[in-house]
């Protein structure tokens, strides 16, 4: 395999890697956010796919990708609304609730980018360009691959710790862990489980969308329709994988991501053989993954279970 | 006169038409051990919902060092040096004891400072003799040592009246006497504390005072100095307390119908539960199970049913060895009926009708079914014959099970249980949650089962029930039978050492 | 008064559709078109029409199925996601067994041909229910992964070893006539598929509704603790329930291949098995009641292309009414009807009738 010999492949490599890896992470971190408090957030697909239309509508609105970004987060963190106001508020099944939010996103992605951006849908959009960061850019490899990237991705790697830092360090993290292992004890410590429960759910789904603008500005600058194409799951299979810990997640996702660009090149390498078979691979992986490693792993106590105060 | 650190005067709470508190009047002095005597229902888990803020009186005041007061909420009590510790502990498992100490503690700002919170935690640990490390998880310590977080947290929040409600209730006896140090040690730093209790034991070795309730009334308030253990036994039931026990036939016990050796299994965390386990129960014979609770008792009723596979040992009914039996052909085949102690996780269906709980164990069997299909008219039949044989009140037989009370849906499993004349019958904690009418017709049922010659195996962690009915009482400590004994024998050290885990051959 | 109350309960997935269809015309009103011709135009289109029906009818196969699909694992508290991938191995295996077997006459050929589709879709639903029953798999997220690699292993295979040559793009060989599945409304495409799904849908509320595996299974969605306390197996009914719900997934995937298009297509099924999921939410997880609004559900797709060609709305707009539906029918499950409370309602309302008759009859008097 030319990655091996080839520095220049392997530079090549390696950073697909990474740009592959990117929307997963967010949604991922986002992920371990929201179950971290005890709620399951299926919709991480869902956000994906409404970051990624709002990124395109405010962009195309707009000219500015920031424009853009604001628009994305906005209709993410609505979508997040809405799950908590189903799964936190009325207290429905929050698989179910997830599962809603996902083919609500897609019908009403599909039909509002069809009337917003109507004929110009193919034309490309402003994005976030790569700007190389003096120096650190320069080294052999890891340069390009690590600095050399736009701003979405530079917001991605403060993203990571300061979620760890979040959800370990800080008061608020901590209420959100102990929340999603005994929500009583929070409760009677007076804080209010909704309302940690909400933020948490509705700062995930903003994390996924901006998995899904970071799709449009800086990687397609378009949108299409269904092009969150199943990276909100493989996000879950990562959080999973990872613990619920965001560095876990976070190396899962670059395992992922890895196997993504791998399955890319090989099918690069030997046009005869169908792509499915390495389209599949991410999703195999996950499989795989999740059966041999998952299996014994706990995930946060009191998850998917409906908060009603009042119980002895 | 002393400082009266908290005074209620004339409290009432009502709930509906109900008058759970009729004008109590409580005084406690400061820096001293304060007792409420009650039995199930007296009104002591009222009166303690309103001290610590989470009701609020419909009549007379509260007055806190020597101020008239509301306290508007549990938070608010906090604030004001009034901290709560329930029975069922507040604290998250996977997170330590410093995280859980400081979690809610307001004014903390944007990061955790644990390092710091940890060593006022060790300082604090220290004056009191708690002996905790404020960085092990919570899940790794032993229920007396997290009872001793829960003080810790309300200490660390300047608590100068701290409430217990019922903490020896989950200790192991040899956990209670550290805590009743704990307490005294707590009374010489200057904290008031109140606590309460239905063990006169405790109360005697270290309360200042009492206060007893019944039906919502002070019946007494006095030192503890100037009463005696039988006196307060009389104040909380009204009566003179002697241990009655029901009528039994002095029939001979028939053969033995289970026999179990050396019964070894684990629990769900994978900690073994059952260490060696050997008994035998005769038809028309009672065995109590007595114990503190988690000492391996679920465990043993598993085992039995079915619910739970044996790592080794041998179980036999009538002889036959049932070790590889499901759960379904021990019932139905061999004949082993089952009250479970959760009666809303295991014993019954919340969400189903009646009808449909009465057959859950039997509704693959005629006439229930035939060739796989319910017969409702044979199901409505014979549901509406126990509903009114068991004295079942209820709307309609397809009423949801979950709108019944409790003891109306204990008798609904009894029947059930009861109906399909097994040979053998385990209960576990039949009377839990029920009131005085409805244990006296479970007692009732059981008796009359062991009439009828069943060999029956009775589960409980209330010692005077077992001692009505039982003829022999074996009890449990950390998975083993530490000793079997006639009721004659049962006296409290007998069965206190016992359950402490000191096996009858060692007891001088 | 109280019966008038639960009746209103029990109607909640109507009030949610209605709710969905009236933000749908908001909606379509945004986008230039008047919502009334628009609606008329589809539900015309879909329900009033011989043709329309006809095409109804053909979207009904697939979608009754999956939501036949949903509804038996969901009893038992399970929620399969995979009814797409159960539906492509479904095509699949049928589609094998239509044109990899030897020549043999319909009338035995036909049945192999259903088996296998039951059989692929089956195993499909197999993997996630042991991984569930056994090791305590979450299912939601291995249906998932199942259904995209059930889709990619379809795609390779159509557009490889099976494909037709020559296909502008990936399909398979036609299958023989012989094989292909009898039609029901002359001039349209509807297929005995649906009748199919409509006798299954009776067999599976008679199952669940008087037999003791209905019971077993209701009992372990409720409460799956006293499940094994009744002495019901309940892993191997988790596995069971989750292998006949994809058996009937690959159902819907067969008689797409046997009734419809007659070859393997590469991403023949648009999302029936989601379409599934909101059928089975709005019959509120009854069988009997999955026909109805499997029809419903397949008459607001059908009807969205007559709708676009009748006023030039975009389709898509019936995709985002789906969405609403979805979301205004998972938010109605939450109001359940409590009995108690509305009794106390209602009494107080009589005592203050009651206080207020009082009151005037005394004013009468003074006045």
Redesign the interface.
């Known amino acids: 395999m030319d990655i091996f010999t080839n520095l220049n492949a392997l530079t090549d490599f390696l950073a697909t890697s990474l740009r592959l890896s990117i929307p997963i992470i967010f949604a991922a971190v986002g992920g371990v956010l929201s179950e971290r408090s005890g709620v399951f957030n299926?919709a991480l697909e869902g956000c994906i796919l409404g970051g990624a239309f709002g990124a395109a509508v405010g962009a195309f609105l707009t000219g500015m990708p920031m424009g853009g970004l604001v628009i994305g987060l906005l209709v993410a963190g609505g979508a997040g609304l809405?799950l908590a106001g189903?799964a936190v508020g009325?207290?429905?099944n929050q698989?179910?609730?997830g599962?809603?939010?996902n083919?609500?996103?897609?019908?009403?992605t599909?039909?509002?980018a069809?009337?917003i951006l109507g004929a110009e849908a193919t034309s490309t959009l402003p994005g976030f360009h790569p700007m190389a960061i003096p120096g650190l850019s320069a080294i052999p490899v890891i340069g390009p691959v690590l600095f050399n990237q736009d701003f979405l991705t530079y917001l991605m790697y403060l993203t990571v710790p300061f979620a760890w830092w979040f959800l370990y360090?800080?008061?608020w993290g901590?209420?959100v862990?102990?929340i999603g292992?005994?929500p009583?004890?929070?409760d009677?410590?007076?804080?209010s489980v909704p309302l940690v429960r909400t933020a948490a759910v509705v700062a995930s789904c903003m994390l996924a969308g901006l998995g899904g603008c970071y799709l449009v500005l800086s990687q397609v600058f378009v949108f299409t329709e269904h092009m969150s194409a199943?990276k909100g799951?493989i996000a879950?299979?990562a959080l999973?994988l990872g613990r619920w810990n965001p560095l876990g997640a976070f190396l899962a996702c670059i395992f992922f991501g890895f196997s993504d660009a791998l399955q890319l090149r090989l099918q690069f390498n030997s046009p005869d053989v169908?792509y499915?078979?390495f389209?599949?691979v991410p999703?195999?992986a996950?499989?795989l993954a999740?059966?041999f490693f998952?299996?014994k792993v706990r995930p946060p106590?009191a998850i998917g279970i409906k908060y009603v105060r009042g119980g002895? | 006169m002393t400082n009266l650190k908290l005074q209620l005067k004339q409290v009432s709470k009502l709930f509906g038409d109900f008058k759970a508190l009729d004008n109590v009047d409580l005084n406690v002095v400061e820096g001293s051990i304060h007792a409420i005597l009650g039995e199930n229902g007296a009104g002591k888990t009222t009166l303690m919902n309103i001290l610590y803020g989470l009701y609020q009186p419909d009549g007379g005041t509260i007055k806190l060092n020597g101020k008239e007061t509301v306290v508007p909420s549990p938070r608010k009590a906090m604030d004001m040096g009034i901290g709560m510790i329930h029975q069922h502990f507040m604290l998250v498992d996977s997170l330590t004891v410093a995280e859980n100490v400081v979690l809610g503690l307001p004014g903390q700002g944007m990061q955790l400072s644990l390092e710091d919170d940890a060593a006022k935690l060790s300082q604090l640990s220290e004056t009191y003799g708690f002996d905790i490390d404020p960085h092990v998880e919570i899940w790794k310590l032993p229920i007396g040592m997290r009872q001793r977080v829960e003080i810790l947290k309300v200490l660390y929040r300047d608590a100068d009246i701290i409430i217990l409600d019922e903490p020896t209730s989950v200790l192991a006896p040899n956990e209670i006497a550290n805590f009743l140090d704990g307490l005294k040690r707590l009374r010489e730093a200057g904290k008031t504390v109140i606590f309460i209790t239905h063990k006169l034991e405790e109360v005697a070795e270290v309360g200042d005072r009492i206060t007893v309730l019944r039906h919502g009334k002070v019946t007494a308030e006095t030192n503890v100095a100037d009463t005696t253990a039988k006196e307060m036994a009389r104040m909380m039931v009204g009566r003179d307390v002697v241990l009655d026990m029901m009528e039994k036939p002095d029939t001979p016990f028939g053969d033995v119908i289970v026999s179990a050796r050396d019964l070894r299994a684990h629990n769900n965390r994978g900690i073994e539960a059952l260490k060696g386990v050997s008994f035998d129960i005769r038809a028309g014979e009672i065995l109590g199970v007595a114990g503190v609770d988690g000492n391996g008792q679920a465990e043993l009723a598993e085992v039995l049913t079915g619910i739970r596979n044996l790592d080794s040992g041998s179980l036999t009914v009538h002889g036959e060895d049932i070790t590889e039996k499901l759960v379904y052909d021990r019932r139905h085949e061999i004949g082993i009926s089952f009250v479970p102690e959760d009666r809303h996780e295991t014993g019954l269906v919340l969400d189903f009708p009646v009808s449909h709980n009465a057959i859950l164990r039997d509704f693959k069997v005629p006439p229930y079914s035939k060739n796989g299909i319910l017969q409702k008219g044979a199901i409505n039949k014979i549901a509406g014959d126990w509903v009114e044989r068991y004295d079942v009140r209820l709307r309609s037989l397809d009423q949801h099970v979950r709108f019944l009370s409790g003891g109306n849906q204990q008798k609904l499993i009894f029947a059930r249980e009861v109906e399909c004349d097994p040979r053998v019958i385990i209960v576990m904690q039949p009377c839990k949650g029920l009131d005085v009418g409805a244990i006296e017709a479970v007692q009732r049922t059981v008796l009359e089962q062991r009439a009828k010659g069943k060999a029956i195996l009775y589960i409980s962690t209330e010692l005077e029930h077992i001692l009505n009915v039982c003829d022999r009482v074996a009890v449990m400590c950390a998975g083993e039978i530490t000793g079997i004994l006639s009721p004659e024998e049962a006296t409290s050290e007998r069965i206190g050492a016992l359950m402490g885990g000191i096996k009858d051959e060692e007891v001088a | 008064m109280l019966e008038a109350i639960r009746y209103f309960y029990m109607l909640r997935p109507v009030w949610a559709v209605m709710a969905a269809l009236l933000l749908g015309a908001g909606l379509i009103a945004v986008s230039g078109t008047n919502p009334l011709e628009a609606y008329r135009a589809l539900f015309t289109g879909a329900f009033f029409d011989y043709y329309g029906i006809g095409g109804t009818l053909v979207k009904t196969s697939p979608i009754l199925l999956a939501g036949l699909a949903v509804i038996i694992p969901l009893r038992a508290g399970l929620l399969n996601i995979g009814v797409e991938g159960q539906i492509y191995m479904g095509g699949l295996f049928s589609a094998m067994a239509a044109l990899l077997l030897p020549d043999m006459p319909g009338l035995i050929h036909i049945p192999i041909c259903v088996l296998a589709g039951a059989l692929g879709g089956g195993l499909w639903g197999l993997i996630p229910g042991y991984l569930k029953a056994y090791h305590g798999m979450n299912e939601v997220i291995i249906t998932i992964l199942l259904n995209f690699i059930a889709i990619n292993i379809v795609s390779y295979v159509v557009g490889g070893p099976m494909m037709q040559e020559g296909a502008p793009y990936p399909y398979s060989v036609e299958i023989g006539e012989h094989l292909w599945l009898p039609w029901i409304m002359p001039g349209t495409d509807a297929h005995v598929g649906v009748i199919v799904g409509v006798v299954l849908a009776i067999v599976i509320f008679f199952l669940l509704r008087y037999t003791t595996v209905g019971f077993a299974l209701d009992t372990i969605g409720r409460n799956a603790q006293a499940g094994r306390y009744a002495g019901i197996r309940v892993r191997r009914t988790i596995v069971a329930a989750m292998f006949v719900a994809g058996a009937i997934g690959g159902l819907a995937g067969t008689f797409e291949v046997l009734g419809l298009k007659y070859r393997l297509y590469h991403l023949f099924s648009p999302g029936y098995g989601f379409d599934g999921i909101i059928v089975a939410f709005l019959a509120m997880l009854n069988p009997i009641l999955a026909p109805l609004s499997a029809f419903f559900l397949s008459g607001l797709k059908a009807g969205a292309l007559v709708m676009q060609r009748a006023v030039g709305l975009e389709s898509t707009v019936v995709e985002a009414i789906q969405g609403l539906v979805i979301i205004f029918v998972a938010a109605s499950l939450a109001f359940t009807y409590d009995r108690t409370f509305w009794n106390r309602f209602l009494e107080r309302r009589r005592n203050l009738e009651a206080k207020l008759g009082d009151a005037n009859s005394t004013e009468k008097q003074e006045g």
């Open positions: 299926i809405i189903l009325l207290g429905i698989l179910v609730a599962i809603a939010i083919i609500l996103m897609v019908g009403l599909s039909f509002l069809r009337l360090k800080t008061p901590l209420n862990r102990a292992d005994y009583i004890a929070a009677s410590a007076g804080i199943g799951f879950l299979a999973i169908p499915q078979l389209s599949m999703f195999l996950s499989f999740l059966v998952a299996g106590a002895k």
